[in-house]
């Protein structure tokens, strides 16, 4: 008996787009809740614990480290609310939250696991945006105003001018570095965590199922569908790319097609393999 067959990223956008262009008002805002919650929480660590010492780092990376854990609830409740989009169901803000009322213990548990990869793979970059800070720093031209900064460009002596070009190119060279390395994390971390990608998913499908079970299921599904998944995220790139040329304004439909596009990968995922379950050999 043939095989059931994976829809393609193809099919999978094409109706994402239409399931989001139909209930784009509750994806967008649910997105929009979540940005403002995590970020105001993010901020308020930020603001109350200085990161001039070297204890006062640590405890700001545990701080942050928590409130990431924490955003895995609000993960959940955003699933929630895409997959029953997905499943034409209705859906409310109110259900953002649900992992606050079921779950939450085993919710922070596989986010904790999803956290430390990210936070691990993130550390190599934040070393080298304290080694860039230093360096903008210790530049004579850019540790005052900006006014001032440019000020020996327009005005001063040739040495000047010829400094300052010095001390600029310096500054480039760093600032590519640092967004090289910022990159190369980035798309390590993603690699590293598309085996959880169904996890959150599947607390909502199978609540029964304890931690263990969730991450060695989500293992098993995405056995040989981590590359499909990858060149979807990287299908994403253009836009977001072109996004970035004009304000950043399109990612006010992008980022809910996107997730509207993965909710939809995780469902094909799921659809395939019962399916392969419960044909006959």
Known sequence: MQQPQYKSNFELKLIAKIQTSQRFGILLGTLVLKFIIT????????????????????????????VNVAASLLSVGTAFVFLKTACSMKSSLEDLFCGFRKN???????????????????????????QYSNMVNAIPFFNEQSVSGFRPFLYGSLADNEEFLEAYSVLYSATMKLCVIMVVCTVISLILTLPFFPALFMILDFPEWNVSTVLKRSFEVMHGNKLRLFLLYLSFVPSFLLSMFACGIPLIWILPYMNMTTTNFYLDLMAVRNKSINSPA
């Open 104 to 130: 939450t213990l085993k919710i922070l548990q596989v986010g904790a696991v999803i956290a430390l990869i990210e936070s691990i793979c993130i550390i190599p970059f934040d070393i080298a945006s304290i």
């Open 39 to 66: 970020s105001l929480a993010a901020d308020l660590v930020t603001s109350l614990v200085s990161t001039k010492s070297i204890t006062g780092a640590v405890i700001n990376y545990i701080l942050l480290f928590a």
